[in-house]
């Protein structure tokens, strides 16, 4: 049966209230978030950098060409994929994907190595603090609509729930995927109904089971409703990558609208 449980323009009223009463604060905090973002990422690019030297100019020529034409193959400790292809595919169909070897990188097994020692760990680094900026946004949308005070340490004082966060955004993620190779609409209605498990871990501190089985309660017979929230969240989304200013106000927007929505369904 469908159930109206929250009221989209409540959410967005709510949402666009607390933004301009707080934008200063958000702005300061978009600002921190993103500082902290570029540092990373600065740090993975100077590790790739010192990983890849050797290659660098030959990185930029693949680059290049792909954009161009795609055709090239990568060599991986001396072989490249078409070699690898051949094992796993009919010929006629690993022909086609690397007709012809214009350009190509040769990586040794030193430099796998170094990737799975060294830049994989970095980027799950990155990962885990990006998480714990999230997780601060989503408690700060929380505690702004229950009226509390907030400050800037919400960027990373809730850094404990990460674990338990990111299992359940891997669980979902999974299962969503998984749904959408079923005719997209079973992917569709496992999202929905387990959108709110990180909230349930992040206001209530509940387990990662027991965030799944709240999620799914809290969103029985609302799956319509809360698609419908979706694509208006999403076309704002896309307006705010058109207008980079508006970036700056649809960003914590998203966040007070989506708090919004979970107080209101779990009144």
């Given amino acids: 049966m469908f159930k109206q449980k929250f009221s989209i323009q409540e959410a967005y009223s709510f949402g666009v209230k607390s933004v301009l009463d707080h934008f200063t604060f958000f702005v300061m905090a978009i600002g921190v978030g993103s500082g902290v ?68 990188i040769d990586i040794s097994r030193e430099d796998i190595e170094n990737i799975l020692k060294i830049l994989i ?29 907030v400050d800037y340490d919400y960027l990373y004082k809730f850094y404990y729930l990460v674990p338990r ?36 871990i992040i206001d209530k501190n509940q387990s990662c089971l027991q965030s799944l089985e709240s999620s799914w309660a809290l969103t029985d017979g609302s799956v319509l409703h809360l698609t419908g929230y979706t694509l208006f969240a999403a076309m704002l989304k896309a307006l705010g990558n058109v207008i980079f200013l508006l970036h700056f106000f649809l960003l914590p927007l998203s966040y007070q609208a989506e708090a919004s929505v979970y107080r209101q369904m779990i009144k």
Avoid: C
Avoid at 124 to 140: D, N, P, R, S
């Fill in 121 to 149: 760990p970095s980027a799950l680094l990155l990962k885990v603090v990006l998480q714990a900026i999230a997780i601060g946004w989503t408690k700060l949308a929380l505690d702004l609509e229950a009226k509390k005070k």
């Fill in 37 to 104: 973002t570029l540092l990373f990422m600065s740090f993975l690019g100077i590790i790739d950098y010192a990983m890849f030297r050797e290659h660098f100019e030959t990185i930029v020529k693949a680059f290049s060409h792909a954009i161009q034409e795609p055709t090239g193959s990568l060599h991986v400790a001396n072989n490249t994929i078409g070699h690898h292809i051949k094992d796993y595919a009919p010929a006629v169909f690993s022909k086609h994907l690397v007709p012809r070897d214009v350009l190509s």
């Fill in 165 to 200: 966060v990111l299992i359940v955004d891997i669980i979902v993620g999974t299962l969503t995927v998984m749904g959408l190779f079923f005719f997209i609409i079973p992917g569709v209605i496992v999202y929905q109904r387990l959108r709110f498990a990180r909230y349930f």
